[in-house]
T-cell receptor, first 114, second 119 residues
Framework: AQSVTQPDIHITVSEGASLELRCNYSYGATPYLFWYVQSPGQGLQLLLKYFSGDTLVQGIKGFEAEFKRSQSSFNLRKPSVHWSDAAEYFC????????????FGTGTLLAVQP | DGGITQSPKYLFRKEGQNVTLSCEQN?????MYWYRQDPGQGLRLIYYSQIVNDFQKGDIAEGYSVSREKKESFPLTVTSAQKNPTAFYLC??????????????????FGAGSRLTVL
């Protein structure tokens, strides 16, 4: 069965510092992989996605993620964090098939210190 | 602009009452989904529908019911059988042709959510 693990429940970084949020997945084949961001009390917004091809994907707001098949990981990175990046981040995996169901991780809450 | 509208944003319910959460989309998406979000648990799938007049249970369907009479609408009823209904509920939809492996598959668009509190 598919599963997603986000080992960091809460992360605090200083504004201007680099950021890496970890995501590990379990799936028998190459999955679809996603990162979503959620501001408090809001829905989720897609940051980036990986379907195939180049394993380094660029997203919105200066985020990028790298798919590493050998490590079953899809970590999210940003070179310089802004105060507006404070939010909750969710990694998700989707099966290549007909249902389009996504399995979400438990999320990482990012706080940004001035 | 196209999007997903969920209503109400906040809802209070007494124990033993059924409540219905509305989800409407004007994105012409075939597939629609309901997720439940609880702190520290991420999003869990309640029900999904890939086409009008058809829907399937997700991972936590007990105590919930849905209908899909129109392409743009996918209401969720939280019944009195749901033992712990207080949560944030998110509706989502996705592009047609769910069997594709191309760029359109699996990208979910979310509504702003509905927060249900049982008093």
């Amino acid at each position: 069965a598919q599963s997603v693990t986000q080992p960091d429940i809460h992360i605090t970084v200083s504004e201007g510092a680099s950021l890496e949020l970890r995501c590990n997945y379990s799936y028998g084949a190459t999955p679809y992989l996603f990162w979503y961001v959620q501001s408090p009390g809001q829905g989720l917004q897609l940051l980036l996605k990986y379907f195939s091809g180049d394993t380094l994907v660029q997203g919105i707001k200066g985020f990028e993620a790298e798919f590493k098949r050998s490590q079953s990981s899809f970590n999210l990175r940003k070179p310089s964090v802004h105060w507006s990046d404070a939010a909750e981040y969710f990694c998700a995996v989707g099966a290549r098939g007909a249902t389009n169901k996504l399995i979400f991780g438990t999320g990482t809450l990012l706080a940004v210190q001035p | 602009d196209g999007g997903i509208t969920q209503s109400p944003k906040y809802l209070f319910r007494k124990e033993g009452q059924n409540v219905t959460l509305s989800c409407e989309q004007n994105l012409n998406h075939d597939a629609m989904y309901w997720y439940r979000q609880d702190p520290g648990q991420g999003l869990r799938l309640i029900y999904y529908s890939q086409i009008v007049n058809d829907f399937q249970k997700g991972d936590i369907a007990e105590g919930y019911s849905v209908s899909r009479e129109k392409k743009e609408s996918f209401p969720l009823t939280v019944t009195s059988a749901q033992k712990n209904p207080t949560a944030f509920y998110l509706c989502a939809s996705t592009t047609p042709n769910p069997g594709q492996t191309g760029s359109g598959a699996n990208v979910l668009t979310f509504g702003a959510g509905s927060r249900l509190t049982v008093l």
